[in-house]
């Protein structure tokens, strides 16, 4: 009980520095195997290869959801990762969201605009990224999503709707944040 008490605040870690020594570590990631706090520097660096996880930020005397792209994280797709494209074309309205099993994220998405790019739907298939649309997408849904869906609805007979909006609730269970219905996208 003493450490699911612990893992709700920031434990051993309180007053702590990042270990980069610059700030102060407040940005804890959910889905990490780590616990340990870092700045917010830190955190983007790690996380340019895991641009889905949920990162939650200590004030106030708790931690508080934040999603990495109000942090400064940029997905670049059609180039590795953490590499810049030297053209990119942010997605439409800087308004994609990506649909995962462990929820609704919205991500500041870039898609690359060089002399040899692919089209926008090739882009996400190559990120194993399913686009709702071949022309200016919007939203995707990982392929881990919909194999996950796939399974459980066979096994379960779980609708697309309860799944959705299991996924929904899985992002912001107090009904706060206002989450982008995609749902008739996700169909």
């Known amino acids: ?106 991500i500041a998405l870039n898609f690359c605009g060089c002399e040899y790019e692919v089209s926008h739907f090739k882009q996400l298939l190559c990120a194993h990224w399913f686009p709702s649309t071949v022309t200016d997408p919007r939203t995707a849904a990982t392929f881990a999503v919909l194999e996950f869906f796939h399974i459980l609805s066979f096994e379960s007979k779980v609708s697309a709707y309860e799944f959705y909006h299991c996924l929904a609730q899985q992002t912001d269970n107090t009904g706060i944040t206002p989450i982008h219905d995609r749902y008739s996208v996700f169909l």
């Open 1 to 106: 009980m003493d450490e699911f008490i612990r893992l709700e605040g920031r434990g051993k870690h309180a007053n702590s520095t990042c270990q980069c020594g610059d700030e102060d570590a407040v940005f804890r990631c959910q889905e990490c195997f780590s616990v340990q706090l870092a700045c917010r520097s830190c955190t983007i660096q790690s996380h340019v290869n895991a641009p889905l996880h949920r990162i939650k930020e200590w004030k106030d005397g708790f931690f508080h959801p934040v999603s990495l792209k109000t942090m400064g994280l940029h997905m670049q797709l059609g180039h590795h990762p953490g590499t810049t494209c030297h053209r990119p074309k942010p997605a439409y309205g800087n308004d994609f969201v990506v649909i995962n099993v462990h929820g609704i994220h919205e």
